[in-house]
């Protein structure tokens, strides 16, 4: 059985990576002689919810900035789709086979069984595919708010007085916010529990530090008059701070794009 | 969401299908 990243697309992939890897072995084991019913209605089922899925998938892609979301939806899309022929296909041999009055199969019949295992299989790897591509524009979003808001660190720098330092917070508070949202029900979504730990345990260190870098602030704010030790000090914590939360929200992206048999990385 | 919604669909009738197909052979076993 495969892997699979999130728990979102393991319970659409499950049962049916289950029912194909039963009919595999079925047929592995030489025990599908049997004539086939009749699957053209289930088959043009699956065909009808392809076509679907490839409407919405291309008209998804026709409005997304993301351009890698453009390039890596139509190659998932048209294995599907491939793969729906072959099962129309399938079912055209079989029902040759079905017309057989002895207990052997026919060609036909042998030729019908393959194409419908090949059509299950790739149908079943086209939606998998096509669930991580767009997965994957999930993480990138992700990832573009963690740098917006490592980008707005950098003007803590520029913050001298407390009016800067109130639309400072200000405008850090809704990121930060947005982010541990993100990062949290992405958590809940991720198979893989070492990544879970390891972006809470991130996520819950930027949210740890960012009152001390708030406190850096209002320090340097009242000693912006007085250069001295208490400056230097406050200057010291600034920096302390925000590289510290940079550099866990680097480790946040990097971690967002491990897939769930990255474990080795995890460290 | 849209896309979540045509890959379950998709995922269903295909789980159907190969059930089917299973089922038939099952039988010879």
Redesign the interface.
């Known amino acids: 059985m495969p892997v699979f990243h999130t728990k ?1 697309i393991q319970m ?2 499950e ?2 990576a289950e ?2 890897s ?2 595999v072995l ?1 047929h592995e084991q030489g ?7 009749d ?1 053209i209605n ?2 043009l ?2 065909k ?3 076509s ?2 490839v409407k ?2 291309k ?2 892609i026709k409005d997304t900035k993301d351009e890698i979301l453009k390039l890596d939806t139509p190659p998932a899309l048209e294995k ?1 789709e491939t793969s729906a022929d072959m ?1 129309v296909q399938a079912s055209q041999l079989l029902s040759i086979d079905q017309k057989r009055e002895t207990a052997e199969m026919t060609p036909e019949g042998m030729e019908g069984r393959k194409k ?1 295992i090949a059509g ?1 299989r790739g ?2 790897q086209g ?1 998998s595919d ?2 991580l591509v ?1 997965d994957e524009a999930e993480v990138r979003r992700i990832c573009k708010v963690c740098r917006n808001v490592r980008d707005y660190l950098n003007q803590s720098s520029i913050v001298a007085g407390m009016e800067d330092l109130v639309v400072f917070v200000k405008s850090l508070t809704p990121g930060t916010t947005t982010l541990a949202r993100m990062i949290g029900d992405r958590c809940k979504d991720l198979t893989n529990q070492n990544h879970v730990a390891a972006l809470t345990e991130e996520m819950d260190q930027v949210k740890a530090y960012i009152p001390g870098l708030i406190s850096s602030l209002k320090a340097f704010v009242q000693t912006v008059d007085k250069p001295g030790k208490a400056q230097e000090a406050a200057i010291g914590n600034r920096e302390y701070y925000t590289t510290q939360i940079s550099e866990r929200i680097t480790e946040i992206i990097r971690l967002l794009q491990l897939v769930s048999t990255d474990d080795a990385n995890t460290d | 969401e ?21 089922a ?6």
């Open positions: 979102t659409i992939l049962p049916v029912q194909v039963t009919l079925i025990k599908d002689g049997n004539q086939m019913p699957l289930p088959i089922t699956v009808a919810a392809v679907n899925l919405v998938g008209d998804q599907v099962l419908l299950s149908i079943l939606t096509l669930l767009f | 849209q896309i979540l919604e045509a890959a379950k669909s998709i995922a269903t009738a295909t789980t159907a299908l190969v059930k089917a197909a299973s038939a052979q099952k039988e010879l076993v």
